[in-house]
Protein backbone atom coordinates (compact mmCIF):
# COMPACT_ATOMS: atom_id res chain seq x y z
CA UNK A 1 0.00 0.00 0.00
CA UNK A 2 1.24 3.86 -0.73
CA UNK A 3 1.07 6.66 1.53
CA UNK A 4 -0.11 8.74 -1.12
CA UNK A 5 0.02 6.61 -4.29
CA UNK A 6 1.73 8.66 -7.42
CA UNK A 7 2.23 5.55 -9.46
CA UNK A 8 -1.44 4.70 -9.83
CA UNK A 9 -2.18 8.85 -10.61
CA UNK A 10 0.48 8.45 -13.30
CA UNK A 11 -1.12 5.41 -14.70
CA UNK A 12 -4.43 7.08 -15.00
CA UNK A 13 -3.26 9.98 -16.91
CA UNK A 14 -0.21 8.26 -18.42
CA UNK A 15 -1.77 9.22 -21.94
CA UNK A 16 -2.08 13.04 -21.45
CA UNK A 17 1.12 13.34 -19.25
CA UNK A 18 3.24 11.49 -21.93
CA UNK A 19 2.06 13.89 -24.40
CA UNK A 20 2.29 17.28 -22.27
CA UNK A 21 5.84 16.03 -21.84
CA UNK A 22 6.59 14.96 -25.56
CA UNK A 23 5.29 18.77 -26.65
CA UNK A 24 7.59 20.71 -24.92
CA UNK A 25 10.49 17.68 -25.72
CA UNK A 26 9.82 19.09 -29.19
CA UNK A 27 9.60 22.26 -28.44
CA UNK A 28 12.29 22.72 -26.83
CA UNK A 29 11.29 25.37 -24.49
CA UNK A 30 11.83 24.70 -21.19
CA UNK A 31 11.63 27.79 -19.18
CA UNK A 32 8.23 29.85 -18.97
CA UNK A 33 6.91 30.38 -22.47
CA UNK A 34 3.12 29.93 -23.20
CA UNK A 35 2.42 26.76 -21.12
CA UNK A 36 3.29 28.54 -17.64
CA UNK A 37 0.82 31.32 -18.82
CA UNK A 38 -2.03 29.26 -19.48
CA UNK A 39 -1.18 27.50 -16.40
CA UNK A 40 -0.83 30.94 -14.23
CA UNK A 41 -4.36 31.77 -15.69
CA UNK A 42 -6.03 28.87 -15.04
CA UNK A 43 -5.01 28.50 -11.44
CA UNK A 44 -5.44 32.52 -10.98
CA UNK A 45 -9.24 31.95 -12.44
CA UNK A 46 -9.55 28.45 -10.43
CA UNK A 47 -8.33 29.90 -6.99
CA UNK A 48 -10.72 33.26 -8.08
CA UNK A 49 -7.74 35.89 -7.82
CA UNK A 50 -6.62 38.32 -10.00
CA UNK A 51 -3.02 37.22 -10.23
CA UNK A 52 -0.80 33.76 -9.91
CA UNK A 53 2.63 33.57 -10.52
CA UNK A 54 4.42 30.12 -10.37
CA UNK A 55 8.14 30.08 -8.65
CA UNK A 56 10.30 27.30 -7.94
CA UNK A 57 8.81 25.64 -5.03
CA UNK A 58 6.33 26.74 -2.04
CA UNK A 59 8.87 27.70 0.03
CA UNK A 60 9.97 30.33 -2.18
CA UNK A 61 6.41 31.44 -2.65
CA UNK A 62 6.45 32.14 0.71
CA UNK A 63 9.68 34.09 0.83
CA UNK A 64 8.54 35.94 -1.90
CA UNK A 65 5.98 37.33 -0.67
CA UNK A 66 7.59 38.75 2.61
CA UNK A 67 10.45 39.96 0.62
CA UNK A 68 7.57 41.46 -1.60
CA UNK A 69 6.08 43.16 2.13
CA UNK A 70 9.57 44.56 2.98
CA UNK A 71 9.62 41.89 6.22
CA UNK A 72 12.96 42.07 7.63
CA UNK A 73 15.27 42.42 10.98
CA UNK A 74 13.04 43.98 13.78
CA UNK A 75 9.86 42.44 12.29
CA UNK A 76 7.19 39.85 14.06
CA UNK A 77 5.91 37.63 11.93
CA UNK A 78 3.45 34.84 13.81
CA UNK A 79 3.30 31.44 12.99
CA UNK A 80 1.71 28.19 13.82
CA UNK A 81 4.05 26.03 15.90
CA UNK A 82 2.09 22.72 14.63
CA UNK A 83 3.14 22.97 10.87
CA UNK A 84 6.01 21.86 8.27
CA UNK A 85 9.56 23.40 8.63
CA UNK A 86 9.16 25.98 6.07
CA UNK A 87 6.50 27.98 7.23
CA UNK A 88 8.43 29.22 9.79
CA UNK A 89 12.52 29.10 7.83
CA UNK A 90 11.18 31.63 5.83
CA UNK A 91 10.70 34.11 8.01
CA UNK A 92 14.18 33.62 9.94
CA UNK A 93 15.44 33.57 6.21
CA UNK A 94 14.83 37.45 5.57
CA UNK A 95 16.02 38.08 9.15
CA UNK A 96 12.39 38.85 10.70
CA UNK A 97 11.63 36.48 14.07
CA UNK A 98 8.94 33.67 13.97
CA UNK A 99 6.55 33.79 17.01
CA UNK A 100 5.23 30.57 17.22
CA UNK A 101 1.38 30.55 18.02
CA UNK A 102 -0.45 27.45 19.47
CA UNK A 103 -3.19 26.13 17.07
CA UNK A 104 -6.72 24.55 17.45
CA UNK A 105 -7.46 20.99 18.94
CA UNK A 106 -9.98 19.81 16.44
CA UNK A 107 -8.66 21.55 13.45
CA UNK A 108 -4.93 21.32 13.39
CA UNK A 109 -4.48 25.03 12.69
CA UNK A 110 -3.50 28.52 14.34
CA UNK A 111 -6.15 29.13 17.41
CA UNK A 112 -6.76 33.23 16.90
CA UNK A 113 -7.14 33.15 20.66
CA UNK A 114 -3.22 31.87 21.01
CA UNK A 115 -2.68 34.49 18.13
CA UNK A 116 -4.19 37.38 20.30
CA UNK A 117 -2.53 36.20 23.14
CA UNK A 118 0.78 36.22 21.71
CA UNK A 119 0.45 39.37 20.06
CA UNK A 120 -0.31 41.41 22.97
CA UNK A 121 2.46 40.08 24.68
CA UNK A 122 5.36 41.07 21.81
CA UNK A 123 3.38 44.90 21.94
CA UNK A 124 4.03 44.64 25.59
CA UNK A 125 7.16 43.66 25.17
CA UNK A 126 7.91 46.76 22.82
CA UNK A 127 10.94 45.34 20.93
CA UNK A 128 9.61 44.15 17.57
CA UNK A 129 7.15 45.52 15.48
CA UNK A 130 3.91 43.30 14.78
CA UNK A 131 3.86 42.38 10.31
CA UNK A 132 2.20 39.24 9.72
CA UNK A 133 0.67 36.34 10.54
CA UNK A 134 1.04 33.09 7.92
CA UNK A 135 -1.95 31.55 8.45
CA UNK A 136 -1.18 27.70 7.20
CA UNK A 137 -4.30 25.26 5.98
CA UNK A 138 -2.85 22.14 7.23
CA UNK A 139 -3.55 18.83 6.43
CA UNK A 140 -5.92 20.25 3.28
CA UNK A 141 -8.49 22.40 5.81
CA UNK A 142 -8.76 26.51 5.33
CA UNK A 143 -7.57 28.06 8.26
CA UNK A 144 -10.10 30.29 10.32
CA UNK A 145 -9.73 33.32 8.14
CA UNK A 146 -12.76 34.93 9.78
CA UNK A 147 -11.52 35.01 12.83
CA UNK A 148 -7.92 35.35 11.98
CA UNK A 149 -8.37 38.66 9.96
CA UNK A 150 -10.34 40.08 13.17
CA UNK A 151 -7.02 39.49 15.24
CA UNK A 152 -4.94 40.70 12.28
CA UNK A 153 -6.23 43.90 11.62
CA UNK A 154 -6.68 44.65 15.19
CA UNK A 155 -2.71 44.46 15.40
CA UNK A 156 -2.89 46.16 11.62
CA UNK A 157 -0.69 43.00 10.10
CA UNK A 158 -0.50 41.69 6.98
CA UNK A 159 -2.26 37.88 6.60
CA UNK A 160 0.15 35.16 4.29
CA UNK A 161 -2.06 32.38 3.69
CA UNK A 162 0.35 29.28 3.76
CA UNK A 163 -1.89 27.05 1.35
CA UNK A 164 1.17 24.43 0.67
CA UNK A 165 -1.24 21.25 1.81
CA UNK A 166 -4.43 23.28 1.21
CA UNK A 167 -4.60 23.71 -2.57
CA UNK A 168 -8.52 22.79 -3.34
CA UNK A 169 -9.90 23.44 -0.18
CA UNK A 170 -12.44 25.48 0.40
CA UNK A 171 -15.06 27.85 3.06
CA UNK A 172 -18.27 28.35 1.74
CA UNK A 173 -17.96 29.50 -2.08
CA UNK A 174 -14.25 30.80 -1.63
CA UNK A 175 -11.46 28.89 -2.76
CA UNK A 176 -7.77 28.59 -0.60
CA UNK A 177 -4.94 30.27 -1.06
CA UNK A 178 -7.48 33.14 -1.66
CA UNK A 179 -8.02 34.31 1.99
CA UNK A 180 -4.30 36.28 2.75
CA UNK A 181 -3.51 39.11 1.38
CA UNK A 182 -0.87 36.89 -0.33
CA UNK A 183 -2.02 32.95 -0.50
CA UNK A 184 0.84 30.58 -1.74
CA UNK A 185 0.75 26.75 -2.59
CA UNK A 186 3.34 24.34 -3.32
CA UNK A 187 3.41 21.87 -5.72
CA UNK A 188 5.83 18.76 -4.23
CA UNK A 189 4.80 15.43 -5.77
CA UNK A 190 2.81 14.44 -2.44
CA UNK A 191 0.57 17.81 -2.30
CA UNK A 192 -2.90 18.00 -2.95
CA UNK A 193 -1.71 19.35 -6.43
CA UNK A 194 1.42 18.20 -7.16
CA UNK A 195 4.02 18.37 -9.93
CA UNK A 196 6.98 15.77 -11.22
CA UNK A 197 9.44 17.74 -9.30
CA UNK A 198 9.41 21.21 -7.38
CA UNK A 199 7.08 23.33 -7.97
CA UNK A 200 4.96 26.70 -5.90
CA UNK A 201 2.80 29.57 -6.67
CA UNK A 202 2.12 32.83 -5.45
CA UNK A 203 -1.65 34.14 -5.40
CA UNK A 204 -2.87 37.63 -4.91
CA UNK A 205 -5.70 40.09 -6.09
CA UNK A 206 -2.93 43.14 -5.05
CA UNK A 207 -1.54 44.81 -8.67
CA UNK A 208 1.94 46.11 -7.11
CA UNK A 209 2.37 43.11 -4.85
CA UNK A 210 2.23 41.19 -8.11
CA UNK A 211 4.86 43.14 -10.10
CA UNK A 212 7.32 43.30 -7.29
CA UNK A 213 6.67 39.29 -6.95
CA UNK A 214 7.40 38.64 -10.76
CA UNK A 215 10.26 41.02 -10.59
CA UNK A 216 11.94 39.72 -7.26
CA UNK A 217 11.38 35.71 -8.92
CA UNK A 218 13.29 36.35 -11.87
CA UNK A 219 16.73 38.27 -10.27
CA UNK A 220 14.89 41.57 -9.31
CA UNK A 221 13.94 42.52 -12.85
CA UNK A 222 13.08 45.69 -14.51
CA UNK A 223 12.40 45.14 -17.99
CA UNK A 224 13.88 42.75 -19.16
CA UNK A 225 15.85 39.95 -16.66
CA UNK A 226 19.34 41.29 -17.68
CA UNK A 227 18.29 45.14 -16.33
CA UNK A 228 18.31 44.65 -12.69
CA UNK A 229 16.90 47.01 -10.43
CA UNK A 230 16.35 44.93 -7.24
CA UNK A 231 18.35 41.87 -5.43
CA UNK A 232 15.82 38.78 -5.91
CA UNK A 233 16.48 35.42 -6.54
CA UNK A 234 16.04 32.74 -9.46
CA UNK A 235 12.87 31.03 -8.90
CA UNK A 236 10.83 29.75 -11.72
CA UNK A 237 8.62 26.45 -12.26
CA UNK A 238 9.72 25.09 -15.52
CA UNK A 239 7.89 24.27 -18.19
CA UNK A 240 7.61 20.95 -18.36
CA UNK A 241 6.24 20.72 -14.36
CA UNK A 242 3.66 23.60 -15.97
CA UNK A 243 2.69 21.05 -18.56
CA UNK A 244 2.45 18.18 -16.12
CA UNK A 245 0.55 20.07 -14.33
CA UNK A 246 -2.24 21.50 -16.44
CA UNK A 247 -2.97 17.85 -17.20
CA UNK A 248 -3.19 16.67 -13.43
CA UNK A 249 -4.98 20.48 -12.54
CA UNK A 250 -7.81 18.97 -15.25
CA UNK A 251 -8.25 15.33 -13.03
CA UNK A 252 -7.89 17.39 -9.66
CA UNK A 253 -11.03 19.73 -10.55
CA UNK A 254 -12.90 16.75 -12.52
CA UNK A 255 -12.91 13.95 -9.98
CA UNK A 256 -9.44 13.91 -7.85
CA UNK A 257 -10.53 16.20 -5.05
CA UNK A 258 -14.74 14.11 -4.96
CA UNK A 259 -12.77 10.90 -5.01
CA UNK A 260 -10.45 12.09 -2.10
CA UNK A 261 -13.17 13.43 -0.19
CA UNK A 262 -14.99 10.39 -0.33
CA UNK A 263 -11.79 8.61 0.90
CA UNK A 264 -12.09 10.78 3.79
CA UNK A 265 -16.00 10.41 4.55
CA UNK A 266 -15.27 6.21 4.42
CA UNK A 267 -12.80 6.95 6.73
CA UNK A 268 -14.47 9.45 9.10
CA UNK A 269 -17.47 6.20 9.10
CA UNK A 270 -15.41 3.49 9.35
CA UNK A 271 -13.84 4.74 12.42
CA UNK A 272 -16.46 6.15 14.08
CA UNK A 273 -16.81 4.40 17.97
CA UNK A 274 -13.06 3.78 18.29
CA UNK A 275 -11.17 5.26 20.88
CA UNK A 276 -9.22 8.08 18.56
CA UNK A 277 -10.25 11.29 17.53
CA UNK A 278 -11.14 11.73 13.68
CA UNK A 279 -10.30 15.11 12.32
CA UNK A 280 -13.44 17.53 11.76
CA UNK A 281 -14.68 19.50 8.76
CA UNK A 282 -16.70 22.16 10.38
CA UNK A 283 -20.00 23.23 8.76
CA UNK A 284 -18.92 25.51 5.64
CA UNK A 285 -15.23 24.51 5.27
CA UNK A 286 -14.34 22.21 2.78
CA UNK A 287 -10.41 20.20 2.67
CA UNK A 288 -8.07 18.68 -0.05
CA UNK A 289 -6.98 15.78 3.03
CA UNK A 290 -3.73 16.41 2.17
CA UNK A 291 -3.47 14.55 5.20
CA UNK A 292 -5.97 12.49 7.24
CA UNK A 293 -4.79 12.20 10.62
CA UNK A 294 -5.92 10.93 13.74
CA UNK A 295 -5.41 11.45 17.33
CA UNK A 296 -4.84 8.56 19.89
CA UNK A 297 -5.44 8.96 23.69
CA UNK A 298 -1.81 9.24 24.49
CA UNK A 299 1.60 8.25 23.17
CA UNK A 300 2.08 4.50 23.91
CA UNK A 301 -1.01 4.19 21.62
CA UNK A 302 0.19 5.88 18.86
CA UNK A 303 3.28 4.30 18.50
CA UNK A 304 1.79 0.94 19.18
CA UNK A 305 -0.95 1.76 16.43
CA UNK A 306 2.11 3.11 14.25
CA UNK A 307 4.09 -0.25 15.15
CA UNK A 308 0.93 -2.24 14.24
CA UNK A 309 0.75 -1.01 11.26
CA UNK A 310 4.08 -1.21 10.03
CA UNK A 311 4.08 -5.02 10.78
CA UNK A 312 1.13 -5.40 8.42
CA UNK A 313 2.93 -2.89 5.98
CA UNK A 314 0.79 -0.30 6.01
CA UNK A 315 2.68 3.12 5.57
CA UNK A 316 1.96 5.72 8.31
CA UNK A 317 3.77 8.97 9.57
CA UNK A 318 4.31 11.38 12.51
CA UNK A 319 3.18 14.90 11.17
CA UNK A 320 4.36 16.44 13.32
CA UNK A 321 6.80 14.92 15.51
CA UNK A 322 7.45 18.64 17.60
CA UNK A 323 6.69 22.33 16.97
CA UNK A 324 8.79 24.52 15.99
CA UNK A 325 9.63 26.06 19.38
CA UNK A 326 11.39 22.59 19.88
CA UNK A 327 13.27 22.28 16.52
CA UNK A 328 17.08 22.86 17.51
CA UNK A 329 17.64 25.90 15.32
CA UNK A 330 14.45 28.05 17.38
CA UNK A 331 15.12 26.81 20.18
CA UNK A 332 16.28 30.00 21.90
CA UNK A 333 13.26 32.04 20.39
CA UNK A 334 11.10 33.37 22.97
CA UNK A 335 7.88 32.47 23.48
CA UNK A 336 5.04 34.64 23.51
CA UNK A 337 2.16 32.31 24.45
CA UNK A 338 1.47 29.13 25.82
CA UNK A 339 2.44 25.83 23.06
CA UNK A 340 0.50 23.44 25.08
CA UNK A 341 -2.07 22.05 22.52
CA UNK A 342 0.99 21.48 20.05
CA UNK A 343 3.31 19.60 22.49
CA UNK A 344 0.06 17.42 23.16
CA UNK A 345 -0.65 16.83 19.81
CA UNK A 346 2.65 15.92 18.68
CA UNK A 347 2.75 13.09 21.14
CA UNK A 348 -0.62 11.71 19.84
CA UNK A 349 -1.26 12.13 15.95
CA UNK A 350 -0.44 9.50 13.62
CA UNK A 351 -1.36 10.19 9.76
CA UNK A 352 -2.80 7.23 7.41
CA UNK A 353 -2.28 6.32 4.03
CA UNK A 354 -5.28 8.72 1.75
CA UNK A 355 -5.39 10.12 -1.83
CA UNK A 356 -7.72 10.25 -4.80
CA UNK A 357 -6.88 6.75 -6.05
CA UNK A 358 -7.33 4.63 -2.34
CA UNK A 359 -9.00 1.61 -2.81
CA UNK A 360 -12.07 0.58 -0.36
CA UNK A 361 -10.32 -2.90 0.10
CA UNK A 362 -7.73 -0.78 1.45
CA UNK A 363 -9.30 1.80 4.00
CA UNK A 364 -11.05 -1.85 5.27
CA UNK A 365 -7.41 -3.07 5.73
CA UNK A 366 -6.07 0.40 7.55
CA UNK A 367 -9.60 0.63 9.69
CA UNK A 368 -9.27 -3.53 10.90
CA UNK A 369 -5.66 -2.74 11.95
CA UNK A 370 -6.62 -0.06 14.69
CA UNK A 371 -9.81 -1.66 15.02
CA UNK A 372 -7.38 -4.65 16.59
CA UNK A 373 -5.17 -2.29 17.96
CA UNK A 374 -7.15 -0.07 20.29
CA UNK A 375 -9.56 -2.72 20.80
C1 LIG B 1 5.38 21.48 1.77
C2 LIG B 1 5.15 22.67 2.57
C3 LIG B 1 5.85 23.87 2.32
C4 LIG B 1 7.00 23.99 1.37
O1 LIG B 1 6.73 23.59 0.07
P1 LIG B 1 7.97 23.14 -0.87
O2 LIG B 1 7.38 23.15 -2.24
O3 LIG B 1 8.36 21.77 -0.42
O4 LIG B 1 9.06 24.12 -0.71
C5 LIG B 1 5.50 25.00 3.06
N1 LIG B 1 4.54 24.95 3.99
C6 LIG B 1 3.87 23.81 4.28
C7 LIG B 1 2.80 23.85 5.32
C8 LIG B 1 4.15 22.63 3.59
O5 LIG B 1 3.50 21.52 3.88
Not at 25 to 50: C, D, H, P, T
Amino acid sequence: MEFRDLKQQYQNLKPDIDEAIKKVMEKANFISGSEVKELERQLAEYVGVKHCITCGNGTDALQLALMAWGVGPGDAVFVPDFTFFASAEVVAAVGATPVFVDILEDTFNISPESLEDAARNVVAEGKLKLKAVIAVDLFGLPADYAKIRKVASNYNMLILEDGAQGFGGAIGGRKACSFGDIGTTSFFPAKPLGCYGDGGAIFTDNDDWAGLIRSLCIHGKGEDKYDNIRIGMNSRLDTLQAAILRVKLKAFREYELDAVNQAAQIYTEMLCGLDCRRPLVADTFFSSWAQYTIILKNENSRNELQCELKRKQIPSMIYYKRGMNKQEIFRNKKVYTTLSITQKLCENVLSVPIHPYITLEEQNKVVSVIKATLG
